[in-house]
């Protein structure tokens, strides 16, 4: 290091800490991957070593960590004017965009060769993808140029099971993809519920989110179509074999709940929203979450029991 | 004999240095972990090109 970096280096108002190149990897929703990509993992029909599993889901989620570090790269400008994003560690100054894209490149290329050489190279494929799809994909072309940018850019945050499931079996199957499928009708109504609450965010940034291009009211009418699309499949899947009775039971619950949300958000109007401050969307918003998590916490349960020897599922169709 | 004070620089990175430093070390226990489970497995086999592998 030559004296200049560091006299440069001091003249900085903030030195980046560990913390703020941790925050580059998007923690809150590397849980999401984390749960996920382990719930594909133990539901898959071949057993692995826990050691090798444990680390194939670190590197997984490594690899969802590095693709949400070159996402801030790439969207330091819309992350500084909106409010949910502003305080990010390149907006707020505290990392410079040529260490997010080269923290985000690192980790890439690491994670998905470590993954390849612990489990496989499927497995491996798959995870190189996914960052593709969420960096190329979602963040430098759908996400300024279609309000469709959540619905199919939601298929990179949808791979995470599959990839647990590869880094097992070494392949893909009707089941992991079920779990893929699961996440990806999920993704909109979450996040739409989302753009109602942070209202001037998107506007202010440019993003063609629906709320933007279509309205608030069609927004209300797109998050009741889907949930009631997801809902159908969710439910499905209690006959196939990812699912089981556990499944069914917890899926009629948190369906019938998640419909009657998206029906809450799609009667009220924008009067009545703003006089409580948005309180149907962010219960909506809440129960999304909840919604996800108690979903692949069945399938894991089903899992489970099957291999205790205790088939529950219906027969299993698929 | 007395050592240098350290550099500011140091003092101001501490936190980051040590964060790196564990991390290099839970790489190296992982890659060595890994390693142990893979030569250790029932179906490991050693590559043909390596003395003693017949």
Redesign the interface.
Known sequence: MTDAS?NN??ATEH?????D?FALLKPRVMTLVVFTAFVGLLAAPVAV?P??GF?AV?FIAVGGGASGALNMWWDADIDAVMKRTARRPIPAGKVTPQEALALGVALSGFSVVLLG??TNWVAAGLLAFTIFFYVVIYTMWLKRWTPQNIVIGGAAGAFPPMIGWAAATGGISVKSVLMFCLTFMWTPPHFWALALFMRGDYDAAKVPMLTVTHGRKSTRAHILVYTLLLAVLAISISFTGAGGPIYLIVSVVLNALFIKGAFAIWRRDETQAEADDFRAERRFFKLSLLYLFLHFGAILAEAGFDRFGLQLTFGGLL | MSFQDEHELHIRRRGRNLGVGLLLGALIAIIFGLTYVKITSQGFQAPSNVAGAE
Request: hydrophobic share 55%; glycine share 6%.
């Open positions: 560091i280096a001091s030195e980046a800490q560990f913390g190149y070593h050691f090798v680390c670190l050489l612990a």
